[in-house]
């Protein structure tokens, strides 16, 4: 599902979207959204503002930003966008590399998303027998648990290492995660605990 901004209205649809990380077309992550300039006269995005890890404001047009499949997808490419070293603390670091392992989790997990598809596929189409197909999803679904185990673990450290500060992407990057969980394990994780545990320290 593709919907784009500048065919949405709404002061309270935007305030959610403040924080959220926005993704190239290429897939990479250009930053958060920091601010979104309304118009009075009918409450649609004017434009928006994202700040990447370096600090750097890249100013979007609603019309080149969609939510595709529930991310936000930009048309501008990386490649367009000046990057500036990042100067961070030590604090900054760690939460950081949290952000990362995460991040492949999360990617892991797509994969098998789509592994788990193929497989039903293959098992419709005859190309995979009983024996198999039920060998391949027993696979998927430990492995899947597993990530879940691992993600939920991280969470947990940040949320007690929450004076660990971070970069304003890496925020709006954790918030992706945790929804990403929540759509994994259902209320058996608390979004709003972690927030309150870790974004509102």
């Known amino acids: 599902m593709t919907k784009r901004l500048d065919k949405v209205r709404g002061k309270e649809f935007f305030a959610k979207l403040l924080k959220l990380p926005v993704y190239s077309s290429e897939g990479e992550l250009l930053g ?20 990447t890890s370096s600090g750097q404001l890249i100013k979007l047009r609603p019309k080149d930003v969609s939510i595709v499949d529930g991310r936000l997808i930009a048309k501008v490419s990386t ?21 990362e392992k995460l991040e492949k989790i999360v990617k892991e997990l797509n994969a098998l998303d789509s592994a788990g598809i ?8 005859g190309e995979i027998d009983r024996t198999t197909y039920f060998k391949l999803k027993k696979q998927i679904a ?34 992706y995660y945790v929804e990403r969980l929540k759509a994994e394990v259902g209320d058996e994780y608390s979004f709003e ?8 320290s």
């Open 193 to 200: 605990e972690f927030i309150d545990k870790f974004l509102k």
């Open 118 to 125: 193929e497989t039903d596929i293959g098992f419709v189409r």
């Open 79 to 99: 490649s367009k966008i000046v990057r500036k070293p990042r100067h961070t603390g030590r604090k900054s670091n760690i939460s950081s590399q949290y952000i």
């Open 32 to 51: 958060v959204i920091k601010r979104i300039v309304l118009k009075r006269s009918d409450w649609k995005a004017k434009e928006l503002h994202i700040e």
């Open 142 to 175: 430990r492995r899947r648990s597993t990530l879940i185990s691992e993600m939920i673990e991280i969470l947990n450290r940040l949320a007690r290492e929450r004076s660990s500060s971070l970069e304003p992407v890496d925020e709006g990057r954790l918030i």
